[in-house]
């Protein structure tokens, strides 16, 4: 699935460009502090009454979580425009057809949490985290919150099992296959494709 043919002097590169590992690492980084952000703020805030700094956690969630979808939609846009290097030489044919619907699902679920949280908050009325306003997606309506929160949250568990399965998989192509599938996204990959 959109997987760029080797051609040229790519043709024996077999890592990700210098741009999509950042843009891996960044979103890794991002969402290390987002989802445990998100169950915190809700267990503190049921816990204490919404006690300060409760409203300063939600707004920096609705923030990050806004971050997420614009790093996301940029990531997205330069891997269609772009590929990725062809799979790794060794790996079956059961193992890129799980790493291509895992990864895929990673990048639909990465669109699906933010806007499933930000059409949520709308519903609650203005949207303005610490004071910003930004656009909201619907008119109020507290039922329909509700509602479109439960999707947030069961999206978001969604998500964090996916990323399990995707962690887990690297783990055991680096730790038991011992073959080059971590060393393509690796934060410092041997070679440097500098697209
Ligand atoms: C990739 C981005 C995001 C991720 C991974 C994420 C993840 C989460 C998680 C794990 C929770 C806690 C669920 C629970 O156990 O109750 C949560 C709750 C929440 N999120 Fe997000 N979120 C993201 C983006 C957003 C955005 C963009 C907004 C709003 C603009 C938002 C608003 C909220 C709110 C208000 C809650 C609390 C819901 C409640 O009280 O039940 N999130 N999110
Ligand atoms: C928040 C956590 C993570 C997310 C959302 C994520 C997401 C993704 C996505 C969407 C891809 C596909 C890239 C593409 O072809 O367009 C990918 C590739 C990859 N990721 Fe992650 N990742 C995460 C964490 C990790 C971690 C912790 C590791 C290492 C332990 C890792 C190792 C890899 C590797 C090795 C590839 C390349 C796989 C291949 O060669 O086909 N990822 N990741």
Redesign the pocket.
């Known amino acids: 699935m959109g997987e760029r043919k080797p051609r040229g002097a790519e043709a024996e590169d077999p890592t990700?460009s210098v741009t999509?590992r950042r843009l891996?690492w960044w979103?890794?980084v991002a969402?290390?502090i987002q989802v445990p952000l998100g169950l915190f703020m809700v267990r503190y805030g049921a816990a204490t009454n919404f006690a300060e700094p409760t409203g300063k956690l939600y707004d920096s969630h609705k923030l990050v979580g806004l971050a997420i979808l614009t790093l996301l939609l940029a990531r997205l846009a330069y891997?269609l425009a772009h590929g990725?290097p062809a799979?790794?030489p060794t790996v079956e044919l059961w193992q890129k057809t799980a790493?291509h619907i895992t990864?895929w699902a990673?990048?639909a679920l990465?669109i699906i949490v933010p806007m499933l949280g930000w059409l949520a908050i709308s519903y609650y009325g203005p949207f303005a985290p610490f004071g910003i306003k930004l656009p909201t997606l619907a008119g109020q309506d507290d039922a329909k919150a509700r509602e479109v929160f439960h999707w947030h949250r069961l999206a978001a568990y969604a998500l964090v099992l996916f990323?399990g399965m995707?962690?887990g998989a690297?783990?055991f192509h680096y730790a038991i296959r011992r073959d080059g599938?971590?060393q393509?996204?690796w934060v410092s990959a041997g070679r440097f494709r500098s697209r």
């Open positions: 990700y999509a891996h979103t890794v969402l290390a891997r990725a799979a790794e790493s990864h990673i990048y990465l990323i995707h962690v690297a783990l599938v971590l393509r996204m």
